[in-house]
Nanobody
Framework: QVQLVESGGGLVQPGDSLRLSCTAS????????MGWFRQAPGKEREFVAI???????VYEDSVKGRFTVSRDNVKNEVYLQMNSLRPEDTATYYC???????????????????WGQGTQVTVSS
């Protein structure tokens, strides 16, 4: 049984940093494409970043240079380091995994088989 558990969310001020963690069980994160998505109230779930099984990373344009996705194969975890946070980054952040994701599908939530429950990030002064 695959389980993804996010943690690390919270309430921060603009310009602050947070590191989200995604702890996986039932899969090996090094063999899966591990994505991060976010969903704000009233909006669709949107792609944030991905750490592919071959270690390539891709970022949504608005987070490039501010967010960094990484992986720890020993701990079987994936991380999203978020710096210079903005109010528009406020959302529930989800970890997702898929073993067969092709390059053209990686930004689409429907193509991921496994999801976590999400962790809330609120950026507000």
């Amino acid at each position: 049984q695959v389980q993804l558990v996010e943690s690390g969310g919270g309430l921060v001020q603009p310009g602050d940093s947070l590191r989200l963690s995604c702890t996986a069980s039932g899969i090996s994160v090094r063999r899966y494409h591990m994505g991060w998505f976010r969903q704000a109230p009233g909006k669709e779930r949107e792609f944030v970043a991905i750490f592919r099984s071959d270690s390539r990373t891709v970022y949504e344009d608005s987070v490039k240079g501010r967010f960094t996705v990484s992986r720890d194969n020993v701990k079987n975890e994936v991380y999203l380091q978020m710096n210079s946070l903005r109010p528009e980054d406020t959302a529930t952040y989800y970890c997702a995994a898929d073993s067969r994701l092709i390059w053209s599908s990686q930004r689409t939530a429907e193509h991921y088989d496994h999801w976590g429950q999400g962790t809330q990030v609120t950026v507000s002064s």
